[in-house]
């Protein structure tokens, strides 16, 4: 201590290597500050933006505010009320309904046939993938523009359609199959419908083909191999063996599908608007005029809320089962 | 080798049959996009121009040219700034997880499915009072927002192939948590910039709602021009062909030379945990 030279004893040593334990497990606690630090952020935006404000849509929905001039008075449930009674509102529920189931039926059928087909493998695959994949990296309002100047019922595919004696109306029909009285609003599928669901078939249907290929790609050949020599046809192998593997495969593209398709806008917005006896208006498009172009806030907010409960409804239980999953 | 399911003509008459009907507003968009406006009757659709017209692209693109500025200005700081934002969330979530950490990550998840009509109200409030109503970088943090789901679940996917070991021993070294992210995790996740990127540059470009509800008209991206071409008294089909066509070029350009990246960042935002 009091001489230049020192060697250090068996306890410096130690009391060094304590030294270090503690700085290294001081950084390592820091470190952990400082990981809380740089997620912090994002978190206070998504509570924010996200959470917050979906509270404060809701608290909208049940205010009297339905004009330019805010007024958050307390309204109750009277703007649900009214949408349930609503003609419109109603014709949005039961457009939502059939654009969603077919738009999902047409996609997910249509989609693992292509995708079984390119697994075949063939020629040129890659120049088939891209043009089934290429409208995806669209615009729906592109998609919306394109599919208007097709579906005129004037020209436009009807062009061909007129040789074998067809010629749909497309979105210009009111006619709705099979029409049955329900509340104020004919229930059935809307004809009119049908032309929008063509055109979001067209754009997404990439999707499908993309998920159900790696999920084909994932399935190794032995275990094709194996159920061959145990006999199975060709045929069988695949209803036997690999669609039951595609099953997660399915159950996410439902859901992705489902959620792009109950918050539709920009497409029916852009190529049909709500349409004649709006046959093909949707939440979005209703929630979108009715409070930007009506000032009907509280309507519009009430709107919000509906179309973020339907879309909640699976996705929480889906997020949930994903998490318990991973945690597994 | 695989026994086949299909006959070989079969299969590829499906197959073009199904591409055909892929293509079909492709050959109809150029078609009328090519044609001066007299030629651009219901009758003559599906037939080629009989003479080549470009005038169509000159008038679409004096109407669509400062919207597309406006979507440049937009798309490039939202893009690198929420592929940031994205990276560092999922370093934090796939290396530094803490107690509850995989909760906070399906909380900010949730945020991707929502249906942006829910949170439009109060936002554009919330806009209003911070003087970024009608504006570019109004926009940019709106994108950037919410963003954060879609490129926090991508990074979080993408820095889990990242070994543990390689963290331990950095750390053994002395390297603190912002050194590994600098010198291990960035240089390893080039990939995951470029298809997070390719993610958010199609999305921010192709996006309508906000755009449509946060902005008026000099400020609007061009996806509400394009909108816009189709509210005038005579519809101009040429016209609104071919800014449908240049209003895609970008996206389209960025999927035909890096496509694989892109639908990389397909599976990746699809593939949940």
Same mark, same amino acid.
Request: no cysteine; net charge positive; aromatic share 22%.
């Given at each position: 201590m009091n001489n230049g030279i020192t060697t250090p004893s068996a306890q410096q040593l130690n009391d060094g290597k304590a030294v270090a334990a503690t700085n290294k497990k001081r950084g390592i606690t820091t470190d952990r500050l400082l990981s809380v630090l740089f997620i912090l952020p994002s978190i206070i935006l998504i509570a924010i933006f996200v959470y917050g404000f979906i509270g404060w849509t809701g608290y909208v929905s049940l205010s009297n505010w339905n004009s330019l001039v805010p007024d958050l008075s307390f309204a109750g449930l009277k703007n649900y009320v009214f949408l349930f009674q609503d003609f419109r509102f109603q014709a949005d529920l039961r457009n939502t309904l059939f654009f969603t189931l077919l738009f999902i039926a047409i996609v997910l059928i249509l989609g693992l046939l292509i995708a079984v087909l390119l697994d075949q493998?063939?020629?040129a695959e890659s120049l088939f993938r891209n043009i089934f994949f290429f409208p995806m990296a669209l615009s729906f309002v592109v998609t919306g523009v394109v599919w208007q100047w097709l579906f005129n019922p004037s020209t436009g595919v009807n062009l061909f359609l007129k040789k074998f004696g067809l010629e749909p109306m497309w979105y210009t029909s009111v006619t709705v199959i099979p029409g049955v009285e329900w509340g104020k609003i004919q229930f059935g599928i809307p004809v009119a419908i049908l032309a929008v669901v063509i055109a979001a078939v067209w754009q997404m249907t990439g999707f499908s083909v993309a998920m159900y290929l790696a999920g084909l790609r994932g399935i190794s050949d032995e275990l094709r191999e194996a159920a061959r020599i145990d006999g199975a046809s060709e045929f069988q192998v695949y209803t036997k063996i690999i669609f039951p593997l595609l099953m997660p495969v399915t159950v996410s593209v439902i859901i992705i599908m489902a959620h792009i398709s109950l918050k539709i806008f920009d497409l029916i917005y852009a190529m049909t608007g709500p349409g004649a006896n709006f046959v093909t208006d949707v939440p979005g498009v209703y929630m979108f005029e009715t409070t930007f172009r009506g000032n009907y806030y509280a309507n519009g907010a009430a709107i919000a809320i509906i179309m973020l409960l339907s879309v909640a409804i699976f996705i929480v239980p889906y997020l949930i089962s994903s998490r318990k999953r991973e945690a597994s | 080798m695989t026994a086949r399911a299909f006959t070989r003509p079969l299969l590829y008459l499906i197959l073009t049959g199904l591409s055909l009907f892929f293509l079909m507003p492709v050959y109809v968009l150029l078609v009328t996009s090519l044609k001066p406006l007299d030629q651009v009757t219901l009758a003559q659709? *599906?037939?080629?121009?009989?003479t080549i017209d470009f005038s169509s692209y000159g008038e679409a693109f004096t109407k669509l040219a400062p919207h597309f500025v406006n979507t440049l200005y937009l798309v490039v700081p939202a893009t690198l700034l929420s592929a940031l934002l994205g990276s560092l969330n999922g370093y934090v979530l796939s290396? *530094?997880?803490?107690?509850g950490s995989d909760w906070v990550f399906t909380g900010l998840l949730f945020g991707m499915f929502i249906p942006y009509q829910s949170i439009l109200i109060p936002l554009i409030q919330f806009l209003r009072d911070i003087n970024l109503y009608n504006s570019i970088p109004g926009l940019i943090l709106v994108h950037v927002v919410y963003g954060i789901p879609i490129t926090t679940l991508m990074f979080r996917n993408f820095y889990a192939s990242i070994p543990k070991e390689m963290i331990e021993s950095a750390q053994i070294d002395g390297a603190g948590i912002f050194k590994i992210y600098q010198h291990i995790m960035i240089p390893l996740s080039i990939t995951g910039f470029v298809v997070v990127g390719i993610w958010q540059f199609t999305n921010i470009w192709n996006e309508f709602l906000f755009a449509v509800t946060i902005t008026t008209s000099e400020q609007q991206p061009i996806m509400v021009a394009l909108q816009n071409l189709s509210g005038s008294q005579i519809v101009e089909w040429n016209v609104q062909m071919a800014g449908a066509l240049l209003a895609a070029l970008p996206t389209l350009l960025v999927y035909m030379f890096l496509g694989k990246f892109f639908v990389r960042g397909l599976l990746a935002g699809s593939v949940k945990g």
């Open positions: 493998h063939i020629r | 659709m *599906w037939d080629l121009p009989k290396k *530094w997880r803490f107690k």
